[in-house]
């Protein structure tokens, strides 16, 4: 042990009390969508995706990642949008801001490819019941992978990694961010849970290798390990595309059971969320309480109290 090492620093940041959400129950959307090269298309198909999501409805609407794109190297500068240059520049978030406060609802609009100055990112806008803008997350762990005669897949090639953990206050409840490869990293999912996220929302594409084994596998341990929601987007699946997305868009409850789920063609999958359920199981199996942190220690480097 170093010199400057002190005891108190060894201690978990603790975990926020489970702030009382704005209501308990409400249905979610999410929208496995169908992508194309045609952009208008594309933003079309979802604003009508979203709308008859909240018209069964859905309180909060959920995109996939990279909805209006193809998810290709190639195709992230060509559809990249200035999220900050306002609605003529980007008008997949006009869509959005527009048709949120239309409908009344929240969404997590999946993600986009993000132009900013020289640099281009993998973002997910969350827009309130207001149309506007709420937060902003930037993909934290880009998506390199190469497992030959599998799938081989560089997103740092052209995308700059986020730099901040999104965590954020909605008419639905406290909502943490992640985009697809976030999943994988539980460190974020428990810096969300100890600032007391009701629900983590995963816009993802996993892919044809990654995703049998595990997408399902990744949702439910952030899920039980949390003891929250956790509901993923994917894209629909097309077998012709250059990169074939696993689909399988679902909500997962925080005792690690599958509440709704569906295969890989578009669909529109409503649930019902009931953030009681929370409070139960952590009355249930009291991990928040059982956690050693004599033993080990999460530094959450940016949270601010
Ligand atoms: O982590 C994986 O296996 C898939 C991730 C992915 O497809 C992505 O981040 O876009």
């Known amino acids: 042990m170093s010199s400057a090492f002190k005891p108190e620093q060894a201690r978990i940041p603790p975990a926020l009390a489970l702030p009382t959400p704005p209501l308990n129950k409400f249905k979610i959307g999410l929208c496995q969508l169908t992508v194309t090269p045609d952009k ?18 859905a309180q909060l609407v959920v995109l996939p990642e990279i909805w209006n794109s193809p998810y290709s190297n190639d195709s992230f500068p060509v559809y990249a949008e200035d999220i900050d240059a306002g609605h003529d520049a980007s008008p997949s978030t006009a869509m959005l801001a527009e048709v949120s406060v239309q ?31 709420k937060a902003k997350h930037r993909k934290i762990h880009l998506f390199d992978i190469d497992i030959p005669g599998k799938i ?26 992640g985009i697809c490869h976030d999943i994988s990293f539980q460190e974020l999912a428990m810096i969300y849970a100890s600032r007391g996220a009701h629900l983590l929302c995963y816009p993802g594409a996993f892919n044809m290798t990654t995703g049998p084994l595990h997408w399902e596998l990744l949702q439910r341990a952030r899920a039980v390990d949390n003891q929250l929601y956790v509901a993923t987007c994917s894209p629909a699946r097309d077998a012709g595309a250059g990169y074939v ?53 999460l530094i959450d480097i940016q949270r601010r109290e």
């Open 245 to 297: 997305a696993w689909g399988h868009s679902t909500l997962v409850g925080p005792f690690g059971e599958i509440i709704a789920t569906t295969e890989h063609d578009e669909d529109i999958i409503i649930a019902e969320i009931d953030y009681s359920v929370l409070e139960q199981r952590r009355t249930n199996l009291p991990l928040p309480k059982q956690r050693r942190a004599d033993l080990y220690r």
């Open 40 to 57: 208008e298309r594309n933003i079309k198909h979802a604003r009508k995706a979203i709308q008859d999501a909240a018209q069964k409805g």
């Open 103 to 133: 409908m009344k609802i929240v969404i997590v609009g999946g993600s986009i490819p993000e132009r900013c100055g020289d640099k281009l990112y993998n973002t997910c806008c969350v827009f309130g019941t207001d149309g506007k803008l």
């Open 152 to 177: 081989t897949f560089t997103e740092s090639k052209t995308l700059t990694a986020g730099e901040t953990p999104t965590i954020v206050d909605t008419d639905v409840g406290r909502i943490g961010i």
